[in-house]
């Protein structure tokens, strides 16, 4: 039986839903003249359905706080929050099967361009907020006699989920590296955790994702069991950006995981908190705006990599098209026009 990924599924749930909900086939920006959601939404939903990631990487810790401090700004929804990744965040927004999701801002700019993984321009999502940066890591036990890119080729690796960001990222990696999955000797798609226990195990031997620095998983890898980070070269990075001008220079710097003293250099791209604009009226993303700011404090304390945010950090750094509420928001403080 063929084995489907988990994108594949998700996509697949995600237009029979929105089939059973009478969705259109058509989607239509939420910008409309007189600053309302073109999807008609009014109010906060009865459930904030939540597209995150996979247990073990912060975007899953950040959106469950985020949950308990939803509570109190809109006490007559719940949320749900969904182990799903920044692509099929996106298209479940996109569908109305989301209210609200992380993204990664290389995957913003494809959705709005409409190109791989995309089949087609997504114009029904929209920003509230630019989080922080998710940082490419390669992963290997400390005793591995891995220290390159070109030392993964016969190696197992895990890129993460089929389809998603951080498996994008890597094939691009490999391709400015002359390599492709052919030259490794396999590959396993799980989520953070489950990756760390089959390193851990020595089942695989490096784990690449997108992910904050630091993340716990990671952070437990380094304790318990040692763990060395791959450096990109400066022409792999480079082309990276080609590709995608979202991804951009970044150095994990010594002391972020506690045994690893040396800096690495590597690519990051932004994360941000995105709504579907079917779902999310002007109100409602005035609110989650204000919240996210108002209640910076709880994520700081959560993680460092949430130091950084502010109201005029996620204006400065902004990708794509900004929810009416939350241009209502940075109006608010002077911070857009």
Known sequence: MKKWSLLAVLSMLIMILAACSGSSDE?????SEDGSTSGGASGAPADFSFGSA???GFWYTLSGAMSEKMKDYFP?????IVEGGSTSNILGMNQGIYAIGITNAPNIIEAEQGIEPFESKIENVSTIATLYPNVFHIAVRADSDIYTVEDLKGKKVSPGIKGYSAELAFLEILKAEGMSYDDLSGIEYIGTSDAGDLLRDGHIDAIANLLSAPVSTYQELDTTLGIRLIELDTETIAALAEVNSAYMEF???????AKIKEDVKTVAAYS???ASDDLIDEE?????TKMMFE????WK?????????TPEYSVQNTVGRLHVGAEKYYRELGLIE
């Open 27 to 31: 989607v239509t920006s939420s910008g």
């Open 54 to 56: 996979t247990v073990g």
């Open 76 to 80: 007559n929804s719940t949320t749900t």
């Open 251 to 257: 150095t994990i710097k010594g002391g972020t995981y």
């Open 272 to 274: 941000a908190l995105m």
């Open 284 to 288: 409602t993303g005035y609110q989650l």
């Open 295 to 298: 209640e910076a404090t709880s």
């Open 301 to 309: 304390t959560i993680s460092s990599v949430m130091n950084d945010f």
